[in-house]
Nanobody, 117 residues
Framework: QVQLVESGGRSVQVGGSLRLSCAASGRTFSILGWLGQAPGKEREFVASISRSTFSTSYTNSVKGRFTISTDNAKNTVYLQMNSLKPEDTALYYC????????????WGQGTRVTVSS
């Protein structure tokens, strides 16, 4: 069985920090990523990391504020979110690309982040 289980989402004040976690299991993954869906909006890419090279990618709006990292020994990926803004409010999904794959074909159920002022 393949499982991606997110945790860490909660309500936080503007300027605050939060760390999301995603525990992945069941098979080998090449890339783990985070995608966010704001109310009434399409789901969009936030950040990703290669589990082998540790190369990272970020959407422009979170550069300098968010950091994605992985603990391969624990099969866990994190999203450290700092200097949070109201526009960061979204349901955040963990997603994975299998080794040799090209698409995010495994998804978690999402964890909600609400940033209030």
């Amino acid at each position: 069985q393949v499982q991606l289980v997110e945790s860490g989402g909660r309500s936080v004040q503007v300027g605050g920090s939060l760390r999301l976690s995603c525990a992945a299991s069941g098979r080998t993954f090449s890339i783990l990523g985070w995608l966010g869906q704001a109310p009434g909006k399409e789901r969009e890419f936030v950040a990703s990391i290669s589990r082998s090279t540790f190369s990272t990618s970020y959407t422009n709006s979170v550069k300098g504020r968010f950091t994605i990292s992985t603990d391969n020994a624990k099969n866990t990926v994190y999203l450290q979110m700092n200097s949070l803004k109201p526009e960061d409010t979204a349901l955040y999904y963990c997603a994975a690309v299998r080794s040799g794959g090209t698409l995010y074909d495994y998804w978690g159920q999402g964890t909600r982040v609400t940033v209030s002022s």
